[in-house]
């Protein structure tokens, strides 16, 4: 185990580095999210809407489904 001071130094400027690495994947990550969620977003937009029930007969008349 090396207690010296120039080590303690370099351990100390390691574990800032690697911070600071660790805070610009985090913020890529949040961004990537973000492009997710718009893209997400404008896909369910896309989407027809309320569509009507069947009016009469057995299927689709409770539950609107699209095949």
Known sequence: MDVSPSAAVN???AMQ???GVQ???VAVLKKAMDVQ???????????PGNL???PSGPLGT???TLA
């Open 11 to 13: 351990a100390t400027l």
């Open 17 to 19: 580095q690697a911070g």
């Open 23 to 25: 805070a610009v994947q």
């Open 37 to 47: 969620a718009s893209s997400a977003l404008s896909l369910l937009q896309a989407l």
């Open 52 to 54: 009507p029930l069947a």
């Open 62 to 64: 409770q539950v609107n």
